[in-house]
């Protein structure tokens, strides 16, 4: 086992993005640790005050001298650190970016520092974070975000997260790919010389003499570690095509426990505006803000109401406890496809939630008496493929003074049960679809974006390369949109009551 490299050229940008991303995220936390992921992460990026080793210049300083930028995400099954800089800073990029793997060995003061840090961004989270949760948890048993808790993150001492580290940064669990304008046959070279002693199992933090060293603060040149004998699995940048559904299946690697996290401090969900969705070649890291999409509602009299008329009666659907929120609403969590396992249906879901955001939801607000908003989120807060990780459509439906719970749910099951039976036209489909592909190419042009969506899919997802995605969204068909109308109802679901303050 060893590290996966995927390269993709893209000559005359002048610029080259580098992605690590391993397979460790939130719900690899230890128990009694929630957060430990995130907080590694953190302690990723040196900031040249002992967080590593004495004397270690800081990795984000370093970067943005040579005109760069970087930054990281941690996810629920997986964490991926990005860096943009000038192309001929590459050799230079890549030696730090082994070195702090290979160096890794965090100060107390610095993992005290930074757990301050976190809990100021749970702190920052809201109200609109914790309704998202609230609907996972309940829908997806045990899954939890991965911001971590303040109160378990309290008293992590260095050698918790050394160990951490040790145990799920390991090259067999690791993706590494570069995006931009670079020759592939050199950018083999490069990594095999500077991650060769990233070796599986590595119990301890490497020597600094086998390490490249920072002088004068600038950016130092590729070491000379010596490539370990095979260590480097290089891997084509699948180009766009056919989708794969169309071809024989691929499987997923292995990626390890899967994980929980997603943006700390995002703008609350809203019962007002519904953006079009986007995919997450990209995602926001710990603070990104939320992507409203929305998705339909389906009546289905034996999935909501038994003979007695009470909700939740269904062994699909699930009655939770009372949510405090900004108005009286109501919140419900579908649980999506598997994107691993039927990734057909996973996208003609999301390509649902877009139809329904576009014109089906503005006509149940319009024509139903009960609900005066609707809106639906497709994936953890609202970035659908941002993980592999189980997950859930959210949708929001504002209650009118008078109106209850089961009438309000009611009315969305009877917009999803329509589309369930009878296949959208032609023309509503394909005004979906092409938003979403939209918004796939303006995501695609980005080279970070890029590096990231080719890691993630590498790791995680085979079939989500960043010019295939189009592809797959394009190809899905009226019959696809009813055949994920149906499995959203079989699907459980939850159903949360939301309680806006007393006047």
């Given at each position: 086992m060893s590290l996966r490299l995927v390269t993709e050229e893209t000559p005359g940008r002048g610029l080259v993005a580098v992605a690590l991303t391993v397979a460790a995220g939130g719900d690899d936390d230890p128990p009694g640790r929630h957060g430990m992921a995130h907080l590694v992460e953190h302690l990723m990026f040196p900031r040249g005050d002992g967080a590593t080793t004495e004397g270690d210049t800081g990795f984000v300083a370093l970067v943005q001298e040579a005109g760069g930028m970087c930054n990281a995400e941690t996810h629920r099954d997986h964490t991926v650190l990005h860096t943009v800089v000038p192309a001929d800073a590459l050799p230079d990029v890549l030696?730090?970016?082994?070195?702090?793997?290979?160096?890794?060995?965090?100060?107390?003061?610095?993992?005290?520092?930074?757990?301050?840090?976190?809990?100021?961004?749970?702190?920052?989270?809201?109200?609109?974070?914790?309704?998202?949760?609230?609907?996972?948890?309940?829908?997806?048993?045990?899954?939890?975000?991965?911001?971590?808790?303040?109160?378990?993150?309290?008293?992590?001492?260095?050698?918790?997260?050394?160990?951490?580290?040790?145990?799920?940064?390991?090259?067999?669990?690791?993706?590494?790919?570069?995006?931009?304008?670079?020759?592939?046959?050199?950018?083999?070279?490069?990594?095999?010389?500077?991650?060769?002693?990233?070796?599986?199992?590595?119990?301890?933090?490497?020597?600094?003499?086998?390490?490249?060293?920072?002088?004068s603060g600038r950016l130092v040149p590729p070491s000379l570690t010596p490539a370990a004998p095979g260590g480097l699995v290089p891997l084509t940048a699948p180009a766009s095509g056919t989708p794969a559904w169309l071809t024989p299946t691929a499987t997923a690697p292995a990626s390890g426990t899967p994980t929980a996290t997603a943006p700390a401090s995002g703008t609350p969900?809203?019962?007002?505006?519904?953006?079009?969705?986007?995919?997450?070649?990209?995602?926001?890291?710990?603070?990104?803000?939320?992507?409203?999409?929305?998705?339909?509602?389906?009546?289905h009299s034996t999935a909501l109401h038994n003979s007695s008329g009470h909700l939740g009666s269904s062994p699909r659907s699930t009655l939770g406890a009372p949510i405090p929120y900004a108005r009286d609403g109501v919140a419900v969590g579908h649980a999506l496809a598997d994107p691993r396992g039927d990734f057909r249906l996973y996208v003609a879901q999301v390509v649902l939630c877009e139809l329904l955001r576009r014109s089906r939801l503005p006509h149940l607000v319009a024509t139903a008496p009960e609900v005066d908003a609707a809106t639906v989120q497709c994936g953890y807060q609202g970035q659908w493929l941002a993980s592999a990780a189980p997950d859930l459509a959210l949708v929001l439906l504002g209650r009118v003074p008078g109106a209850g719970t089961e009438e309000a749910v009611g009315r969305w099951l009877e917009a999803l049960g329509e589309l369930a039976a009878t296949p959208p036209g032609e023309t509503e489909l394909r005004r979906a679809a092409r938003v979403l592909r939209a918004g796939c190419h303006r995501q695609s042009d980005s080279l970070p974006a890029r590096a990231v969506t080719h890691a993630r899919a590498a790791l995680l997802l085979p079939h989500a390369t960043p010019d295939a995605l189009p592809a797959h969204l394009a190809a899905v068909t009226p019959a696809d949109v009813s055949t994920g109308a149906r499995a959203l109802l079989a699907a459980p679901r939850t159903v949360h009551p939301l309680e806006g303050a007393a006047a």
């Open positions: 030696a730090l970016e082994a070195r702090r793997l290979l160096r890794f060995r965090p100060e107390p003061a610095t993992v005290r520092s930074e757990t301050a840090v976190i809990a100021e961004e749970i702190r920052a989270a809201g109200a609109g974070a914790r309704l998202w949760d609230t609907v996972l948890a309940a829908l997806h048993p045990g899954a939890r975000h991965a911001y971590g808790t303040t109160a378990e993150l309290t008293g992590v001492t260095a050698e918790e997260a050394e160990s951490f580290f040790r145990a799920h940064y390991r090259p067999e669990r690791a993706v590494l790919s570069v995006v931009g304008d670079v020759d592939a046959g050199r950018v083999a070279t490069l990594v095999e010389r500077e991650f060769g002693a990233w070796a599986p199992g590595l119990p301890t933090a490497v020597p600094p003499a086998m390490l490249p060293a920072a002088a969900a809203s019962l007002t505006a519904a953006a079009p969705g986007r995919p997450a070649l990209l995602t926001a890291p710990v603070s990104g803000s939320l992507v409203p999409l929305t998705t339909p509602g389906t009546r």
